[in-house]
C-alpha cells in the first residue's frame, strides 16, 4: 500500500527509534516532542483499546520515557490555517495562482515537483504544520529557553513515512540543526512504549504544555481527508462573515476519493476540491488543466482517507479502520471546546510575541516555503538506503 500511495522516496520507513532513545539518554539534550492530530486516533488499537482519542495517554507515555516537553501539533496545524487561509484570500483578491493547492502532505508536494512543476506556484507557500512547529521551536522557542538549536532535540509523532523524508529537506533548518530532528511514525511510537514496559492502557491522561498548550477542533481535522479545508472555510467563514461556534462542512467529509462543491461565503462564490490519492489528484488536474472544471481551492492528500490511513498507522490496509479514526477525529472536534482556528488565544499570543502578528513578512520567512521542480525518478534511479534519510534524486 504504501508503495501505491508513497512517491516521495520514503518507500521503505526507516526507523528511528534508535535515534530517539539515544537522544533521551542525552543529558546534553532537551528533547521535545510534537504528536500530530491522526496518531491520536490509531494509536490505541496497537494496545487494544480500538480506534480511540489516547492523546492524553500518549502525552503520559512520553513523559514517562524522558521527553522533557510535550505538544500538539495541532497547535501548528492552527497555525498552518490561519497563514494558508489569508495567502488564500490574498490570491483571491489579486485572482492569482489559483486555484491554490494545499501543501501539509509532503507525498503530494513530491509528487507535484516531479511531476507537475507547473503548479508549483499555485502550492501554498505554508510549511506544513510539523515544519511550522519545528521551525518555532528552533528559531524561537529555544531562545526563550536560552539553549542552542543543536541541543534542543525535536521528535515528531507522525502517521507517516513521508514525514521523514519532508524532516530532511535542507530548506528545513535552522543554524545548521534540523528544525525536526526524527520522525517516529504510529508504529514506532508504540514500539518505543512497549521497550520501556509502559502498560500503555492503564495510564492517566496528562496535558500538553505551555505555553502552546491550546488547539482548536480545527486543527484536529487536518488527520482527515477535507480536514484542511474545513479548517479554512471555518477560518474564512469567521472572518469575513462573523460567525460563532462551529460549522461542519459535510461535503469535504467521508472517504470519496473526490469531493466537490461550491460555497457561497458572503460576496465570494468559492468552488473546493477535495481529493485523496494521487489517482483522484491526477484526474482533478487534468480536468483543472483542460478547462472542464474551474476551482478556487484544492486539497491533496496522499493516503486513502487523509492521514488517518497514513503509512506509518497500524493496519495500514484496514479501510474500516480508516473510517473508525476519522469518526473519532470528528468526535474529538465536537468534544473541544474551540472549532477556528482564529479563536486559539495560546497562538494568537505566539503570533505576537514572536513576530509581532500573523501573516507578515517575518512570518512568511520562518514559517513558509518554496518548492523546486525535480526530475522524474526511474526504477534504476531509486536507492534503497539504510539511513536516518532517504535519498532525494
Ligand atoms: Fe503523510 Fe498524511 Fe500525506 Fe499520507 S496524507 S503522505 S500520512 S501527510
Redesign the pocket.
Known sequence: QCIA??P?GALTSNSSVSEVWAAIRDPRKTVVCQIAP?PRTALGEEFGLGSVDVTGKIVSALRKIGFDRVFDTVFAADMTTIEESNEFLDRLAKGEKLPIFTS?????VKYAEQFHPELLDNISTCR?PQQMFGSVLKKKYCQELGIKPEDMFVVSI???T??KYEAKRPEFTTAGSYDVDAVLTTVEAAQMFREAGIIFEQLPESDFDEPMQQATGSGVLFGATGGVMESVVRYVTGKLLKTEGRIDIEFVRGMADTKIATLNVGDNKLTLAVV?GLAAAEALIEKIKSGELEVHAVEV???PG??V????QPFQNDSAARSARAKEIYNIDTRMVLHKAQDNQDLNKIFEKYWGGCCNHDTHHDLHTHYHPRKRITGNDILIKDTAGPEIT
Open positions: 500511495v508513497c516521495t491522526a501539509c502532505c509532503p507525498g503530494w506544513s507522525m502517521p507517516c513521508a514525514k485523496n492528500m496522499a493516503c487523509g492521514c490511513g497514513g503509512g506509518g
